[in-house]
């Protein structure tokens, strides 16, 4: 074998490794959903105190990936990860032996800590491992497969764990996976010198981002039980899009910002990142809402509502993994994303007939399907383009911006989508309908305001992403930047 064939197998199993640390961090955002009322019961939550088991890892989770994107780029992404994965790592283990609401409650934030830290230099580190624009394609739709998919994946572990063991074991099981892929890690990965605090050092940056940032999350995500236009919600927001905004408006006057607004200047970036927002509130609201329609409408076990997924997982793996690569090079990774865009429309459009007598065959099956297909077409498109327009100093930051796209949209959308379905849920209940009907009025009325906001992406699409640049193009611009 010879060295040049050693290096690029080291190189797809580095790409391994670190889809394997995301895999990790996504499957925890959802991991834990299944297992609630498991442990409601084991440490006595109330319903309202229960929210934050998940609520205080989106914050952190949230509010951290664009600096440690940053950070990646200045002190070096496989040091971040490190860091991030041992964080991770530590933290899943206070979990797994919590005894008390508030341990539990404290270890989750640190997690999500340590899950935003790693998960954010991921893809900027891919890509810079990956230049040339054909297997560039094929190690994007390798991690679009693990990012989006790993919602669902998720449901279908923590099902599996919680009712074969206990819920204690959905955070054990990351230990050792998270202690052998940093010794992988360490072994495959190439350590690459960051271009130094000096270029970006900006402290008081990095405390308005992060403040303003897990500020906005945990304003959203309190909306709906206090109310969109409560004191608490327009006082809080309005705080959070202040620092934001001085965030913003000192990186545009300093020498050496945290962030340097350049990279917005590239329509594929910006393009990328808005079309990303509109889409993930569809998904978020199928994950999350088509759950609460399997198991409290149609009565299904956690177990069973990981297995209903499961399709929509087996189609975005065959097209991430199996058919995205030669997509975007044949036809350019705009088309393949409208085409994406448009499957996942359609499915949401069918996912707002489901009968509360459903079947899944009848009513569940090709939505699954379609979804799927959107997922697995959409995603390695938009990572395509989001990294297309980052210099390779700006990997990390791109990275960063990505993901932040996809937990802070979903967040905004999820939170929306939610207070709209309850609102028509009660209207209905006040009206006399059947709570079951009501509860399922509700969820296709969200349906179908996502499947409305990705016709807006399509449009967004198709205007600001301009057709010529196919990835071809597209990586030629990156290696110029």
């Known amino acids: 074998m010879t060295a040049e064939t050693l290096t690029d197998r080291n190189r797809w199993l580095a790409l391994?490794?670190?889809?394997?640390?995301?895999?990790?961090?996504?499957?925890?955002a959802t991991i834990v959903n299944v297992a609630l009322p498991s442990i409601q019961d084991d440490l006595g939550f109330s319903q309202n105190s229960l929210a934050w088991v998940v609520n205080a890892y989106l914050i952190a989770f949230g509010g951290l990936l664009l600096l440690a994107g940053r950070l990646g780029d200045l002190i070096g992404q496989r040091r971040i990860f490190l860091i991030g994965l041992a964080v991770f790592t530590a933290a899943s283990l206070v979990c797994a032996v919590a005894q008390t609401q508030g341990m539990l409650i404290g270890a989750r934030f640190v997690q999500g800590a340590g899950g935003a830290i790693?998960?954010?230099?991921?893809?900027?580190?891919?890509?810079?491992?990956?230049?040339?624009?054909?297997e560039q394609a094929?190690?994007?739709?390798?991690?679009?497969?693990?990012?989006?998919?790993?919602?669902?994946?998720?449901?279908?572990?923590?099902?599996?764990?919680?009712?074969a063991i206990n819920w204690h074991w959905i955070f054990f099981v990351n230990v050792p996976i998270g202690v052998l892929i940093a010794a992988l890690a360490v072994k495959l990965v190439e350590d690459r010198e960051g271009i130094g605090l000096?270029?970006?050092?900006?402290?008081?940056?990095?405390?308005?981002?992060?403040?303003?940032?897990?500020?906005?999350?945990?304003?959203?995500?309190?909306?709906g039980e206090k109310g969109w236009g409560s004191l608490h919600t327009l006082a809080l927001g309005g705080v959070a899009i202040a620092l934001l905004a001085a965030f913003v408006a000192r990186q545009a006057r300093i020498p050496n910002p945290l962030m340097p607004l350049r990279l917005f200047r590239s329509r594929q970036v910006t393009g990328a990142n808005l079309v990303m927002a509109l889409l993930v509130v569809g998904f978020f609201g199928m994950f999350f809402l088509g759950a609460l329609y399997l198991q409290g409408i149609l009565g299904y076990s956690p177990l069973e509502v990981g297995l209903a997924f499961l399709p929509s997982c087996v189609v975005m793996g065959t097209l991430s993994l199996g058919f995205a690569e030669r997509l975007m090079m044949g036809i350019g990774p705009q088309a393949a994303l409208i085409a994406g865009l448009v499957s996942a429309a359609a499915g949401l459009v069918l996912f707002a007939r489901t009968p509360v007598e459903g079947d899944y065959l009848t009513d569940v099956a090709l939505v699954m399907l379609l979804l799927g297909t959107g997922a697995g077409?959409?995603?390695?498109?938009?990572?395509?383009?989001?990294?297309?327009?980052?210099t390779p100093s700006d990997a990390g930051l791109a990275s960063g911006l990505v993901n932040t796209t996809v937990q802070v949209g979903g967040?905004?959308?999820?939170?929306?989508?939610?207070?709209?379905?309850?609102?028509?849920?009660?209207?209905?209940?006040?009206?006399?309908?059947?709570?079951?009907?009501?509860?399922?009025?509700?969820?296709?009325?969200a349906y179908l305001i996502g499947a409305a906001l990705i016709v807006v992406a399509i449009a967004a699409a198709a205007v600001i992403l301009r057709p010529e640049r196919d990835g071809a193009a597209a990586q030629a611009a990156y290696s110029e930047a």
């Open 16 to 28: 391994y490794v670190l889809c394997g640390g995301m895999l990790m961090i996504v499957l925890d």
């Open 118 to 134: 790693a998960s954010a230099v991921i893809l900027g580190m891919i890509v810079t491992m990956f230049p040339e624009p054909r």
């Open 138 to 163: 094929k190690a994007i739709g390798v991690y679009s497969f693990v990012a989006s998919a790993g919602a669902s994946i998720g449901l279908l572990a923590g099902g599996v764990l919680t009712e």
């Open 198 to 223: 000096k270029a970006g050092a900006d402290i008081p940056g990095a405390v308005l981002l992060t403040g303003g940032l897990m500020l906005g999350v945990y304003t959203l995500l309190e909306a």
């Open 377 to 390: 077409l959409a995603f390695p498109a938009l990572m395509t383009l989001a990294m297309s327009g980052a």
């Open 411 to 445: 967040a905004i959308g999820l939170a929306v989508l939610a207070t709209l379905a309850t609102e028509r849920t009660s209207g209905l209940l006040a009206d006399g309908e059947p709570a079951a009907a009501a509860l399922n009025s509700g969820y296709h009325l």
